[in-house]
């Protein structure tokens, strides 16, 4: 039997993890310490980025590029609409337009074609960018995206939330990981607790452009610069307007942009640092448990598509297609088991939909959304639990 709730995802806190928030408590820092340089790195090392920079959420991730990119009133940008609704708003937080676009039924993601339709119905320089999702943790192939992107101009912010860990492979075989940058100008990562690395909240954002990493750093802590080579005020300003002093003084600072605070915590990134060490522990159990349902369901008649076994997929998500998902949920939240829907189409929030857009603009996104419900899938997912998750969806189809 079952007594607690299973849920569509949770995080795993070891007693590691908290010796190691608990060893930052004690330290000199809570903020912008020697942890939050050790996060990024050690996260640049494991994506395969030249930098990164670790923030608040994965919103302010989001919020942070647009900005960098100079994203602003009348930008057109294309996203999917089967991703969060942070994937989407980073545009709306500068003033962009969000043209959301199809996806394919096979694999959940932004359809290319449809892109490239779009962009080959109008003029050059209508759109300025793309945010392609790794949905559920299944790699974009950002490879063919850059060369689209690169005829019409366009920069690429990969949403990454679901995917570290993941990797496509690219013409010449290689392992393209997510999050890498050598495809997208920027990549951004959550740390929310049912992502695969929790730090309560936090996010990063990883890239290989120099320009674009100091614009972010700025960003993240209110446009201000402690870097004596960029100041543009005089040292004689600086110093009070005593010319006795050629050099700067220790105090000095300037605000030369309208930045944010968008920091992470000391303590959180210890959190990071010491997840990220089992971070290919983790994505090895998603792995199996993928495997486990993706041959449980092969060939069920009530299975019309699900995740399935996919080279590179991290498996954020588990998804199934379903007959009856409202019948199906709701028996299976009888029986403790919590799923959720990723997602209710981000075309259709209320929000969206005072832009215009309606029922019947995106039909693939739609019908997937009548049939989709994620299962349970992270790493202390029991062999237990998952046969009884099994167990139950059968019983129901059975019925
Ligand atoms: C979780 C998530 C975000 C936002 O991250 P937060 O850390 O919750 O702000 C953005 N995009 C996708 C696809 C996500 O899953």
Same mark, same amino acid.
């Given at each position: 039997?079952?007594? &607690?709730i299973?849920p569509y995802?949770?995080?795993d806190?070891?007693?590691?993890?908290?010796?190691?928030?608990?060893?930052?408590?004690?330290?000199?820092?809570?903020t912008?310490?020697?942890?939050?340089v050790?996060?990024e790195?050690?996260?640049?090392?494991?994506?395969? $980025?030249?930098y990164a920079?670790?923030?608040?959420?994965?919103?302010?991730a989001?919020?942070?590029c647009?900005?960098? /990119?100079?994203?602003?009133e009348?930008?057109?940008?294309i996203t999917?609409?089967?991703?969060?609704?942070?994937?989407?708003?980073?545009?709306?937080?500068?003033?962009?337009?969000?043209?959301?676009?199809?996806?394919d039924?096979?694999?959940?993601?932004?359809?290319?074609?449809?892109?490239?339709?779009?962009?080959?119905?109008?003029?050059k320089?209508t759109?300025?960018g793309?945010?392609?999702?790794?949905?559920?943790?299944?790699?974009?192939?950002l490879?063919?995206?850059?060369? =689209?992107a690169?005829?019409?101009? /366009?920069?690429i912010?990969e949403d990454?939330?679901?995917?570290?860990g993941?990797?496509f492979v690219?013409?010449k075989?290689?392992?393209?990981?997510?999050?890498?940058s050598?495809f997208?100008d920027?990549?951004?990562? $959550?740390?929310?607790?049912?992502k695969?690395?929790?730090?309560?909240?936090?996010?990063?954002?990883?890239?290989?452009?120099e320009?674009?990493?100091?614009?972010?750093?700025?960003?993240?802590?209110?446009?201000?610069?402690?870097?004596?080579?960029?100041?543009?005020n005089?040292v004689?300003?600086?110093?009070?307007?005593?010319?006795?002093?050629?050099?700067?003084?220790?105090?000095y600072?300037?605000?030369?942009?309208l930045?944010f605070n968008?920091?992470?915590?000391d303590?959180?990134?210890?959190?990071?640092?010491?997840?990220?060490?089992?971070a290919?522990?983790?994505?090895?159990k998603r792995?199996?448990?993928?495997?486990i349902?993706?041959?449980?369901f092969?060939?069920? $008649?009530?299975? &019309?598509?699900?995740?399935?076994?996919?080279?590179?997929?991290a498996?954020h998500?588990?998804?199934?297609?379903v007959?009856?998902?409202?019948? /199906?949920?709701?028996?299976?939240?009888?029986?403790?088991?919590f799923?959720?829907i990723?997602y209710?189409?981000?075309?259709?929030m209320?929000?969206?939909?005072?832009?215009?857009? &309606?029922?019947g603009?995106?039909?693939?996104?739609?019908n997937?959304?009548?049939?989709?419900? $994620? =299962?349970?899938m992270?790493?202390?997912?029991?062999a237990?639990?998952? &046969?009884?998750?099994?167990?139950?969806?059968?019983?129901?189809?059975?019925?």
């Amino acid at each position: 039997m079952i007594d &607690k709730i299973i849920p569509y995802g949770r995080q795993d806190i070891t007693q590691e993890d908290i010796t190691a928030v608990i060893e930052a408590l004690h330290s000199d820092y809570l903020t912008q310490g020697p942890r939050i340089v050790e996060f990024e790195s050690a996260f640049a090392n494991y994506v395969g $980025s030249k930098y990164a920079v670790a923030v608040a959420n994965g919103t302010a991730a989001l919020h942070l590029c647009t900005l960098a /990119l100079d994203v602003k009133e009348g930008d057109k940008v294309i996203t999917t609409p089967i991703t969060f609704a942070a994937s989407a708003n980073c545009v709306r937080y500068c003033g962009g337009e969000v043209v959301f676009s199809d996806i394919d039924p096979e694999t959940y993601l932004l359809d290319i074609n449809k892109v490239r339709a779009l962009l080959e119905a109008s003029p050059k320089g209508t759109y300025q960018g793309i945010i392609p999702v790794d949905f559920a943790g299944r790699a974009v192939d950002l490879e063919l995206f850059r060369k =689209l992107a690169d005829q019409y101009g /366009l920069w690429i912010i990969e949403d990454a939330c679901h995917a570290p860990g993941g990797y496509f492979v690219d013409s010449k075989n290689k392992i393209q990981n997510c999050g890498n940058s050598n495809f997208a100008d920027l990549a951004i990562f $959550s740390f929310h607790p049912v992502k695969h690395i929790a730090c309560g909240e936090g996010g990063m954002i990883t890239t290989n452009d120099e320009v674009l990493y100091k614009k972010l750093l700025s960003l993240r802590t209110h446009g201000i610069t402690k870097n004596e080579a960029d100041y543009t005020n005089s040292v004689i300003f600086a110093n009070g307007n005593s010319a006795n002093n050629t050099s700067y003084p220790a105090w000095y600072m300037e605000m030369q942009t309208l930045g944010f605070n968008y920091r992470l915590t000391d303590f959180q990134a210890a959190l990071g640092i010491s997840q990220l060490e089992r971070a290919d522990e983790g994505l090895a159990k998603r792995r199996e448990i993928a495997t486990i349902y993706n041959n449980s369901f092969n060939g069920k $008649s009530f299975i &019309k598509g699900q995740s399935g076994v996919i080279e590179g997929h991290a498996y954020h998500l588990y998804v199934i297609e379903v007959e009856d998902r409202l019948g /199906l949920y709701n028996y299976l939240r009888e029986n403790k088991i919590f799923t959720q829907i990723h997602y209710i189409p981000c075309h259709l929030m209320p929000y969206y939909k005072q832009f215009g857009w &309606k029922e019947g603009d995106m039909p693939i996104a739609e019908n997937y959304y009548k049939h989709c419900i $994620s =299962l349970p899938m992270f790493p202390i997912l029991t062999a237990e639990e998952q &046969k009884y998750v099994i167990g139950k969806i059968e019983e129901y189809y059975r019925k």
